[in-house]
């Protein structure tokens, strides 16, 4: 990745402290508001399965191959993009039952996440700094940019 598109590890840091920021915002709507506090949750989600995709069809394959401790890594990051999955449903399903508390939820998908996110930053996305093509790199930004996530294949 060239010096004009700025490093993939500072790219893909950024992307989680947007989500961050869009995940504070559906934090700070009052419970009182469902229709906002519901739309909020979506936008943030979508955008965390979005990024959560890109990083398993376009990053983790790169990394983990030819090296086992680095798959166990991916194996590990996998595991918990599941779990973050799971904690994004349960706090779905309860915002679905209008406007019942949703903070268990929440406090379950911040603990996974913060520790998830610390470990990509710390041991994951600087190694694509050196090893990602240009065109790969340019793939990556395009999908962590687009408006839609992409449908995982059934
Ligand atoms: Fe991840
Ligand atoms: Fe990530």
Do not use: C
């Not at 989500?19 to 915002?25: A, G, M």
């Not at 965390?48 to 991916?74: K, N, Q, T, W, Y």
């Not at 590990?76 to 779990?83: D, I, K, W």
């Amino acid at each position: 990745m060239n010096d004009s598109e700025g490093r993939a590890s500072q790219l893909l840091a950024d992307d989680h402290r947007e989500l961050d920021r869009k995940f504070e915002v559906f934090q700070a709507t009052p419970v009182s508001e469902v229709v906002s506090r519901r739309e909020r949750f979506d936008r943030f989600a979508n955008d965390l399965r979005r990024h959560i995709e890109v990083e398993e069809r376009l990053l983790f394959p790169i990394f983990g191959e030819g090296d086992r401790s680095r798959r166990a890594l991916v194996d590990r990051l996998m595991e918990e993009h599941r779990r973050i999955e799971t904690a994004l449903e349960a706090i779905r399903h309860r915002l679905d039952a209008g406007s019942a508390p949703t903070g268990e939820g929440e406090t379950e998908l911040v603990n996974v996440l913060w520790e998830h996110n610390a470990r990509e930053e710390g041991a994951v996305y600087p190694w694509f700094d050196t090893h990602l093509s240009t065109d790969r790199a340019r793939e990556v930004t395009q999908d962590l940019r687009s408006s839609a996530p992409r449908q995982k294949e059934a």
